[in-house]
DNA sequence: CGCTCATGTATCTGCCAGATACATTCTGTC
DNA sequence: GACAGAATGTATCTGGCAGATACATGAGCG
């Protein structure tokens, strides 16, 4: 069975945060679960269709090309239920640079080097954005404010981890003939 | 544009190691490289034969149902370019664990703290298969080892992270009132 | 007046995971 | 020796999803 469709709940949660268009729900998804969430507009407005169809969102025009989506107490239940249902699968599946490391005997020598260090400059920058992030976040007082702090603090823990690992794996590929 | 096929690449460093059937494939790679890369037989069996109508990889009868499939030149040097590129998306796009923690707060009190210790116990399993996979590779003398290694010390890093954010987040979630 | 940028809605292509279906061959068991 | 079930093997279908693209309007700026 394909798995469910977890648009659906992503918009429903950001809806309890204020009623929003379906440009602003992107904006809004993209400004704070945007580290380690997701969405396109390709889902987001079928999503809307759909829930606004089951009643679990209900929308109101507010101008001639514009409309403000809403949470229904029909779709706070929905939501609750989802948040207590298991996640269906919780490991990430590809990582095209591992798949890279791993092949690496394959490649002109030093290619992959100089990936695991463009990798290890990515996550840097990332990190001090995550720092910037973890700042703003603690010193203001939303009633979601410490769950918020939770998934910054997860994504600078695998941005730490990121890093160390890349500089260990960079020393073993150059230590083995620059690979 | 729809990203770059990454299928093609996995198989074409996958036949590097010895030629296989489209059914060893997928033992080979939920074996080695399994860890960080999924590949189902909706995949596999098409790219199998878009990368033999390009000549990068040639097939031969081993049997009535059977066909044994093997990486050309072409196909090494394909193999060799791609390795060369960047990876098109390094980051994790959708993490349904902490869309849950991020939403806590409109869940059934204590709902997504077990959902987090579930997701502790998971690593904490899966940081004993990577222990015990990084010894077996260890102790053995393959030409692509010391890269095996590095990819599964990367899945010790992750994981070892992932654990320590758990028990911090579970001190968080259950100190707000065992949410 | 034209340029760019933000706001806003919407569709299309192609990659991919998981489910499913079916045929054959090997292996253990009674 | 017969039979069940697991492993081997090929193949298709559904649906979620990312990224590209298209189009329209209004605001700020040179």
Redesign the interface.
Known sequence: MAKEA?TR??VL?ML?LEPMTGYGLREAIAG??GH???ESFGQLYPALRALEAEGLVSTHPLGPRSREHRITDRG?AE??RW??T?????A?????????????????PG??A??VR??RD?LVAARERYGGLEREIASDAS??G??????V??GI??V???I??SE??LR??TA?GAR
Chains 1, 2 share one sequence.
């Open positions: 977890t709940y992503a949660g309890t704070t679960i380690f969430w997701h706070r939501l609750r948040l207590g298991p996640p269906s699968s919780a990430a599946h590809r990582s095209e640079l591992l798949l890279k490391v791993f092949f690496a005997r394959h490649a002109e290619a992959v100089g990936l463009a990798h990515t009633p979601d410490p769950h918020w702090l939770a998934t603090r997860h823990a695998m730490d981890a990121g160390a690992w260990e794996t073993t590929l083995e």
